[in-house]
């Protein structure tokens, strides 16, 4: 996989995290040079894992680290199987079934026989290519990284997975709260977002304003806005009840945009749901938006009042980052790797229900001098702890300590 957004530069950053950051870089960097990293998920386009991959990649290159990015094939009854054992791991009680256990060591035996794996190290994103571990006989070192939030697995779910996990030489999870009983070491690397992609740079207001129209948004009135894949973890229902309550005391429009990923295949189902929920209701916005559409959500985002991201399981929710980045205040669900972004009555609040979030909303709406101090906050925090910079740093650092098995202190210089 390439990335769409050519041309950013490791030296661009300087200007966003300062010329310490980028020197620190190149420090852990020159002690990974020419390492050959695999990466391998289930998606190009779609969700948190590419949009990830997409800006990670290229700066890795930059850095000499030899880093690509395969995505495994799967028909779309072993994307049905994942996905329900994705929401298992999430902790949804789900049957899974012997059937499902075979299509998915079908598909992986599949993906065996048509990918090479030639890293020094090959990084495994999620459970969809889990058992590609099967041809770590062939070298090199394998790890898996965890997006999810494990932290109340489906027994059964978890169970099916762990015995390929513990096969891996390490494990990367987001958090603390994720972390398992596994034989292997565990990292915990939070992620990131990229804040020169088309996803989050700055736009002029003439874009921002053009985008809301387009979308027959006002922009004099409040817009409120959850960015999602349609997926009931995400609880867009629960957004569409929190505006309803909102709407009685607030006058204000809705936008809950979102598309579609390849790896899940609930999403038309779930927009169908959504768009019942709406009704003929004008002022909300249901947008199922197409692939690389980037620039258009960074100017809702730029063009909302408050954001959502009502999560009831997360594992961490880029899209509370790229908005916190974009100086709004969120609303997400207390859940996940959500805790890590929303420090509560500074950056945003943490909710547990529709009317929660209505309130929360509400006290938003009336007060723009709060909106405003949260904002400023949020931007903060993102800029400290979740910006690609960071990430690319911790990834290094785990390849270095992978080359350094059961040393507690590895010096750089
Ligand atoms: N996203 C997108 N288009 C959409 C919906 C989401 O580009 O229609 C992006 C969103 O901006 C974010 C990522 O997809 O960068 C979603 O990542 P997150 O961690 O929030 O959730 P996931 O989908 O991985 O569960």
Redesign the pocket.
Known sequence: MDSPERGIRLADYEAVVGSAVLDELRVVASRVEGLRLQNINSTAV??????ILTRMVPLLKELGVQASWDVIKGDQRFFDVTKALHNAMHGKAETITPQMIECYRDTTAANLRNMTFGGDVVWIHDPQPAGLIEAKKNGGKWVWRC?IDVSSPDARAWQFIAPFVDRYDASIFSMPDFAQRLSIPQFMVA?S?DPLSD?NRELDQGFIDSVLEKYGLDPERPVMTQ???F?R??DPLGVIAAYRMVRKRHDCQLVL???D?PDDPEGAEVLKEVREAAGDDPDIHVL??P?Y??LE?NALVRGSTVVF?KSVK???????S?ALWKRKPVIGGAVGGIRLQIIHGVTGYLVHSPAGAAQRAMQLLGDPALRKRMGDSGYMHVKQNFLLTRHVKDYMLVLLALDHPGEDIVHLC
Do not use: Y
């Open positions: 779609g969700g948190g894992v590419a949009e997006h992620p977002i996803k960015i999602s894949r997926d973890l995400k945009a979102g598309g990923a199922p938006l692939p559409s980037d959500i991201q997360e594992g961490f929710g880029l899209t509370v790229e």
